[in-house]
């Protein structure tokens, strides 16, 4: 019986070795934010439209989309005639240009119309770590109490929205 | 000179073949008792390392002629790149990476087989062909999935993509092989345990050989984390020092692991008890070094550090380790057993400290295994997938390792075997005691805080106690103090040393966390802002030309009670080959406080967003981190183990 107790670490070492074969193909990209339910993080950054620093209380007193992107990122230039037409239905988006530079992103936004009721500039990405982003763009429900409800990776759409739209009740 | 990469490729293919040689003919040698085959080992080990060197320098000759041809240089320099950058580069990616990890390992064997005749006629051959057969596999993951020297033929790149600027700076250059110096280091006393296991000679003399080469190569390890947290500090432009991720989670557990192991040896050796515990912990320790590399190399967990990851890959690494990992516990599993200690445990004595220590550190390595793992585990049974972050380990990790620093002090004063209460409570009522009143002091002068006042009257308990100790063993008898602090070996300072540097740098962590200023704040030039009793005026920005960048310096003269201190230029970088900004923070370092000022966003009218965090003892987690290192290298060079052994 003694001796059996020294096959334990093969054992447990085999198993993981299993748990780690099945997850080698799979996709990385994926992961629900462990913020969600949580208040989101305390940030300090630069308001882009009036130049001053401000944080969490300049943030809408009503649900809103926490819209991460930039203009690197050609995904978001997909999603962003969509999130103009949410904007225009009166859904309040704070946009975050994430690892961006100003200008770039300030012409960006002259061309293709602002559907943001606020851009936030995050240009080291040190807020993107905060909320746990992997790129861009990603989008956040918040609450008007600003409590993180749910998260998404990748271009919105109509068909996303509609999920969003829930957590946004 | 054309044909240099195919040379080292083929290099490369012979030091593979001898690492299969010196894997096979040493062990059939033992096996069958055969003295020729056994002898063959010290040869083949030098080949195989003096190959494996070859196409080391032969791939670092290619970055500094710039041979684009070959698709890892065009991938990872640039013909503008610095030259100290160029072979830096080397190691920029995957297959160079992993060419400096074999390359090192196979240096350790060298080493191991010049000091071999210290050992035993049939353990050295046998500790080598263990080397050998991690060689082997490690050459041939190399060779059949990520050989550096592919060239792209005929229409060879112009010039290269460039290094990643993250890459591009002094940490980068030392902290690869310093970290791999540990981690491969580690392969030592693994050798030395599955040696122990495969001649069923378990008495403590292996542990007696396997010490100073786990001293040396965990001085390594620390020296390299030390190296890359203090790069993260600097480099990623947000004063932070550590971050729970994954990377640098795969250097600590090795690292933890690795202290465990450092005294569970010393048990070994000193009271022949911890046996078999002590094998499974050196098997435990370099099974985490090949898993951190499999976690980084694989792509299995996400992280900024993950610079390369290719599942095809992947599998190889996985069915290495489960070749390499699985047979050795395997192995265990079978001779362990058998084992018996031949010494009673003394209960009260230091190996019942020395076992605390082990349990500790133990729980602390599975936690930030758990923590690393908890993913990819979470995913496995199909619970969704979710990341613990930094508080997960901050809640977890640090009290279990605050408790055992309070070993720590406790440890050393404990004699062997038996040791009674009455006279380590002699010796440490009045460091405790003092250790709370200074702590109190100190906090009359800030902000209390219970968790931070614990934290440092533990820091401050650590100190004394070594002190302590040190003078109860000066002051014992009636030769002068000065005779008797030489006749104190040097494993006894290098113990001492590294422990004292546990507390530095633990004092640092609580005073960066307590007593740190961060804002940010708008400047427009001539503006001027209060951070923490300093004065920051911003005069504006000047254009820089650097080798393979441009630049926007800022220019801030920092005043203290309206003298002007210093004056710092923090850097917003554009990377023209790649088109990559970087910022790079401008340091005021000092030995109580650091001053960090990085460039955010340009503003209008030249304003920019600035960031100023004022960092108080910072300097001293890394500088723990250097004593920690001298201790374990002071520990290593005590003359005892340069005696001749018998057995």
Not at chain 1, 80 to 92: D, I, M, P, R, S
Not at chain 2, 245 to 274: C, Q
Request: contains cysteine; hydrophobic residues 50%; glycine residues 8%.
């Amino acid at each position: 019986m003694k001796k059996l107790l020294f096959f334990i670490p093969f054992v447990v070492f085999i198993a993981l070795g299993v748990v780690f074969y099945q997850q080698l193909g799979k996709d990385a990209e994926y992961m629900p934010s462990a913020l969600v339910g949580k208040q989101m993080p305390e940030f300090k950054l630069v308001d882009m439209a009036s130049d001053t620093v401000v944080s969490n209380s300049a943030m809408p007193n009503e649900p809103y989309l926490l819209n991460f992107w930039a203009t690197w990122c050609p995904s978001c230039s997909v999603e962003h005639a969509y999130l103009g037409e949410l904007a225009e239905q009166g859904v309040k988006i704070v946009g975050v240009d994430y690892k961006d530079e100003t200008p770039a992103a300030k012409k960006w936004l002259e061309e293709r119309g602002n559907p943001y009721s606020l851009v936030l500039l995050d240009e080291m990405g040190r807020f993107g770590v905060d909320m746990g982003i992997t790129g861009a763009p990603e989008t956040f429900v918040v609450s008007a109490e600003g409590k993180v409800l749910y998260r998404h990776q990748g271009v919105v759409d109509a068909e996303v929205w509609q999920t969003l739209k829930e957590y946004m009740q | 000179m054309i044909m240099l990469p195919e040379i080292g490729h083929y290099v490369l293919i012979l030091a593979m073949m001898f690492a299969l040689a010196l894997a096979v003919l040493p062990m059939m040698g033992y096996l069958q008792r055969n003295a020729i085959l056994l002898s063959t080992a010290k040869p083949l080990t030098y080949l195989m390392s003096g190959l494996t060197c070859a196409s080391f320098i032969i791939l670092a000759i290619a970055f500094a002629q710039d041979d684009f041809s070959v698709l890892y240089v065009s991938q990872h320099s640039n013909s503008l790149l610095p030259i100290w950058y160029k072979i830096s580069a080397v190691w920029g990616g995957h297959e160079g990476s992993l060419l400096l990890w074999i390359t090192i390992l196979t240096l350790w064997a060298a080493l191991l087989a010049f000091k071999s005749e210290t050992l035993p006629n049939s353990t050295g051959p046998v500790v080598l062909s263990v080397l050998g057969i991690v060689a082997t596999g490690f050459l041939a993951f190399i060779l059949f999935t990520s050989s550096p020297f592919l060239r792209i033929l005929p229409d060879q790149p112009v010039d290269g993509v460039d290094l990643n600027p993250l890459l591009q700076d002094i940490g980068l250059i030392i902290h690869p092989p310093m970290l791999y110096m540990g981690y491969v280091g580690f392969s030592v006393a693994f050798a030395f345990a599955i040696a122990a296991l495969i001649t069923g000679n378990l008495n403590a003399s292996w542990a007696r050989w396997a010490r100073p080469w786990t001293n040396v190569s965990w001085a390594f390890l620390t020296l390299g984390i030390a190296l890359g947290s203090w790069w993260a500090y600097y480099e990623l432009g947000w004063g932070g020092w550590w971050f729970w991720d994954p990377v640098e989670n795969a250097s600590l557990m090795p690292w933890l692991a690795g202290t465990a192991l450092i005294h569970s040896l010393a048990v070994t050796e000193k009271r022949g008890v911890f046996k078999s515990w002590t094998v499974l912990l050196a098997i435990f320790t370099f099974s985490l070094s090949l898993l951190g590399t499999f976690l980084v190399r694989s792509g299995v967990l996400t992280s900024v550090h993950a610079f390369a990851s290719d599942p095809t890959r992947g599998v190889f690494i996985l069915a290495l380790l489960v070749i390499i990992i699985g047979s050795s516990l395997f192995l265990y599993a079978l001779r362990a057993s058998q084992v018996k200690s031949q010494v009673s445990f003394g209960l009260t004595g230091r190996e019942s400290w020395l076992l605390i220590n082990n349990i500790l550190l133990t729980i602390l390595t599975l936690t930030v295994l758990l923590g690393t793992l908890y993913p990819l585990i979470f995913d496995a049974f199909n619970l969704g997938k979710i990341s613990v972050g930094a508080p997960y380990f901050n809640a977890v990790f640090s009290p279990i390792a605050l408790l055992l620093i309070v070993f720590m002090g406790i440890g050393p004063l404990a004699k062997w075997h038996n040791t009674k209460g009455a006279m380590l409570w002699r010796l440490s009522w009045l460091p405790a005691v003092l250790a709370i009143v200074l702590a109190s002091l100190v906090f009359t002068f800030h902000e209390f805080d219970v968790y931070m006042w614990v934290s440092f009257a533990i820091a401050l308990w650590l100190v004394l106690m070594c002190l302590r100790d040190w003078l109860d063993k000066v002051l014992a008898a009636r030769q002068s103090l000065w005779q008797r602090a030489r006749k104190l070996p040097r494993h006894y300072y290098g113990m001492q040393l590294a422990h004292i540097g546990v507390a530095v740098s633990l004092i640092g962590v609580i005073f960066v966390s307590m007593n740190s200023t961060e804002t940010i704040v708008r400047m427009a030039p001539g503006d001027r802002v209060d951070v923490g009793g300093y004065e920051f005026e911003f005069l504006g920005t000047r254009h820089v030309e650097g080798p393979n960048y441009t630049a926007d310096t800022g220019v801030i003269n920092v005043y203290q009670d309206g003298q002007v201190i210093t004056q710092m230029l923090p850097q917003k970088r554009l990377y023209q080959a790649r088109q990559q900004m970087m910022t790079e923070a401008a340091l005021d370092p000092g030995f109580t406080r650091d001053l960090y000022i990085s460039l955010g966003e340009p503003l209008a009218d030249g304003a920019w967003g600035v960031r100023i965090y004022i960092k108080s003892f910072v300097r001293w987690i890394w500088l723990g981190g250097l004593l920690m290192m001298a201790g374990g290298l002071l520990a290593a060079w005590d003359k005892r183990y340069r005696r001749k052994t018998g057995a």
